[in-house]
């Protein structure tokens, strides 16, 4: 079952929103979850609004900071549909999809590391009236199946990662095998094969 949301985060957006007339935006998109495996290959920031008519994201950008330094960024290539109420976006690597089973909405160069580990501690959409995601690099689990997730009033928390798209398709990670734990089973294995070999 799909997380439930809390409406605290767009406060503020909304009462800046609140004088002016309803129309198609981007201003009211938060990031709700940033994760990255071990390596950096597989990394994904996902946004969610309590908004409607938030579509307006092309050529708008999201940035990897640390402190005022920016790491990295990218550029939303499209708008997505006019009905955005209670709806989430993912950008993620291009092989998040063969790990978590579902398409992003928009994808990371090839290659690029948009979450810098142990560096990065703030990612937001530039322009938007929602708080940037801050956190402690050092909290950013890099397991394969947690992610950090924005806590309106509190510290991010750490999470099973629930990547979920436009669509509304949510992925689901599985644990990345231990390297260590890989190599102890091969070679038993060939312990075994040894055996028989001599048996």
């Given at each position: 079952?799909?997380?439930?949301?809390?409406?605290?985060?767009?406060?503020?957006?909304?009462?800046?929103?609140?004088?002016?007339?309803?129309?198609?935006?981007?201003?009211?998109?938060?990031?709700?979850?940033?994760?990255?495996?071990?390596?950096?290959?597989?990394?994904?920031?996902?946004?969610?609004?309590?908004?409607?008519?938030?579509?307006?994201?092309?050529?708008?950008?999201?940035?990897?900071?640390?402190?005022?330094?920016?790491?990295?960024?990218?550029?939303?290539?499209?708008?997505?549909?006019?009905?955005?109420?209670?709806?989430?976006f993912l950008v993620?690597?291009?092989?998040?999809?063969a790990v978590s089973?579902?398409?992003?909405?928009?994808?990371?160069?090839?290659?690029?590391?948009?979450?810098?580990?142990?560096?990065?501690?703030?990612?937001?959409?530039?322009?938007?009236?929602?708080?940037?995601?801050?956190?402690?690099?050092?909290?950013?689990?890099?397991?394969?199946?947690?992610?950090?997730?924005?806590?309106?009033?509190?510290?991010?928390?750490?999470?099973?990662?629930?990547?979920?798209?436009?669509?509304?398709?949510?992925?689901?990670?599985?644990?990345?095998?231990?390297?260590?734990?890989?190599?102890?089973?091969?070679?038993?294995?060939?312990?075994?094969?040894g055996r028989r070999?001599?048996?």
């Amino acid at each position: 079952m799909r997380r439930a949301r809390g409406g605290a985060a767009l406060v503020a957006g909304i009462v800046l929103c609140a004088a002016s007339p309803a129309r198609a935006n981007f201003h009211l998109w938060q990031v709700e979850e940033v994760f990255s495996n071990a390596d950096g290959s597989i990394q994904y920031v996902e946004f969610f609004t309590s908004s409607d008519s938030q579509n307006l994201l092309m050529d708008h950008v999201i940035r990897s900071v640390q402190t005022s330094t920016q790491l990295d960024s990218f550029t939303l290539g499209s708008d997505l549909g006019m009905t955005t109420l209670d709806h989430f976006f993912l950008v993620a690597t291009p092989g998040f999809k063969a790990v978590s089973g579902i398409d992003p909405d928009y994808t990371f160069s090839q290659g690029q590391t948009f979450i810098h580990l142990g560096a990065t501690n703030r990612i937001d959409l530039v322009g938007a009236f929602t708080a940037a995601f801050l956190f402690d690099p050092s909290m950013l689990p890099t397991d394969g199946v947690h992610a950090l997730r924005f806590m309106a009033a509190a510290a991010p928390a750490v999470v099973t990662a629930e990547p979920t798209n436009f669509a509304g398709d949510q992925g689901q990670l599985v644990p990345e095998p231990d390297a260590a734990l890989g190599a102890a089973a091969a070679l038993g294995t060939l312990v075994r094969i040894g055996r028989r070999r001599r048996a």
